[in-house]
C-alpha cells in the first residue's frame, strides 16, 4: 500500500502562494506517478499537476502553466505542489494520489484525505 497525506491548505488572498505537502510511505514503487488533484463543488476532479516518481517526466494543467510547481524531496518522503498568483478559481480540495502516470483520476489506487485552499477575491 502507499500512504498519502496532504498539508499546507489554508485561506489566501488573491495573487498570494502557497505550498502544499504531501507525505508519502509505502510501497511506491508499486506505482509509476504521483499527482495533484483538485475538485471544486459540483465539478469534477481535475488532475492539475503530475510526475513520476523518477523525475523524468512532468505534466502541470494549462491553466496552472507557470504558476504552480510540483516537485519532491526523495530524502523527506514529501511531493510538494507551490502555487504561485493564487486566483479565485484556483479555489478547491486538493488532493495527491498516487497511480500511473495518467490525468485520468479513476486510474489512481492511492488517495490522501485532501486539504481545502480557498483564495479569495
Known amino acids: 500500500q502507499v500512504q498519502l497525506v496532504e498539508s499546507g491548505g489554508g485561506l489566501v488572498q488573491a495573487g498570494g502562494s502557497l505550498r502544499l505537502s504531501c507525505a508519502v510511505s509505502?510501497?511506491?514503487?508499486?506505482?509509476?506517478?504521483v499527482g495533484w488533484f483538485r475538485q471544486a463543488p459540483g465539478n469534477e476532479r481535475v488532475c492539475v499537476a503530475r510526475?513520476?516518481?523518477?523525475?523524468?517526466?512532468?505534466f502541470h494543467l494549462s491553466s496552472v502553466w507557470g504558476r504552480f510547481t510540483i516537485s519532491r524531496d526523495h530524502a523527506k518522503n514529501t511531493v510538494y505542489l507551490q502555487m504561485n498568483s493564487l486566483k479565485p478559481e484556483d479555489t478547491a480540495v486538493y488532493y495527491c494520489?498516487?497511480?500511473?502516470?495518467?490525468?485520468?483520476?479513476?486510474?489512481?489506487?492511492?488517495w490522501g484525505q485532501g486539504t481545502q485552499v480557498t483564495v479569495s477575491s
Open positions: 510526475m513520476t516518481w523518477s523525475g523524468d517526466s512532468t
Open positions: 509505502g510501497r511506491t514503487l508499486s506505482t509509476a506517478a
Open positions: 494520489a498516487a497511480g500511473p502516470y495518467s490525468g485520468n483520476p479513476n486510474l489512481y489506487s492511492y
